[in-house]
T-cell receptor, first 114, second 115 residues
Framework: DAKTTQPDSMESTEGETVHLPCSHA???????IYWYRQVPLQGPEYVTH???QNTTNSMAFLAIASDRKSSTLILPHVSLRDAAVYHC???????????????FGQGTSLSVVP | AQTIHQWPVAEIKAVGSPLSLGCTIK??????LYWYWQATGGTLQQLFY??????VESVVQLNLSASRPKDDQFILSTEKLLLSHSGFYLC??????????????FGEGSKLTVL
């Protein structure tokens, strides 16, 4: 089961800045937060990840709460091509293994209108 | 640059027939490899992962098997398809030992319809 909670959908207008929230109240101290986005019938695309500090790259800014129980993905000046399902994911251990896995949930479906 | 290619793009198969899906990664040596599956309207589930040639670990039991015959190749197969196998299959790679295993690069996917 996914360890994160996200709104089912959000809508934005082209050029706006979008804030996508994610709750991960049971996060463990060494679990990284990952964000991916996916359009129908394509593989997910990595957006960003973080552990404790806010991070930024060419795609987005990730704001992580000081208690790490929530995070927000901030997409500046969205365009139509940013419409996708955005997944907030924790990397969790696989039972009886030293390996870990990404557990995807339903994510937030972001629609962008002109 | 690294590239990942999956085949076939789409398949329509009968219940009880065999299946083989393939994935090739070029431009990266010793990657970790993964198979994911997404039922229509469902969430992505990790099925298998492989850290090295000849070694594959199962994460979810779906009456499927996987093999890694070469460093750059990952195969998903079954002898007998079930209706429940329908969906979208994705192969992915990440950096291997010491790398960020949470940053995955996915292929284009293979859409499977079982009738």
């Amino acid at each position: 089961d996914a360890k994160t909670t996200q709104p089912d959908s959000m809508e934005s207008t082209e050029g706006e800045t979008v804030h996508l929230p994610c709750s991960h109240a049971t996060i463990s101290g060494n679990e990284y937060i990952y964000w991916y986005r996916q359009v129908p019938l394509q593989g997910p695309e990595y957006v960003t990840h973080g552990l404790q500090q806010n991070t930024t790259n060419s795609m987005a800014f990730l704001a992580i709460a000081s208690d790490r129980k929530s995070s927000t993905l901030i997409l500046p000046h969205v365009s139509l091509r940013d419409a996708a399902v955005y997944h907030c994911i924790l990397r969790v251990p696989i039972a009886s293994s030293s390996f870990s896995k990404l557990v995807f949930g339903q994510g937030t479906s972001l629609s962008v209108v002109p | 640059a690294q590239t990942i290619h999956q085949w076939p793009v789409a398949e329509i198969k009968a219940v009880g027939s065999p299946l083989s899906l393939g994935c090739t990664i070029k431009g990266k040596s010793s990657p970790n490899l993964y198979w994911y599956w997404q039922a229509t309207g469902g969430t992505l589930q990790q099925l298998f992962y492989s850290i090295t040639v000849g070694q594959v670990e199962s994460v979810v039991q779906l009456n499927l098997s996987a093999s890694r015959p070469k460093d750059d190749q990952f195969i998903l197969s079954t002898e007998k398809l079930l209706l429940s196998h329908s969906g979208f299959y994705l192969c992915a790679w990440s950096l291997g030992l010491g790398g960020n295993t949470g940053q995955l690069y996915f292929g284009e996917g293979s859409k499977l319809t079982v009738l």
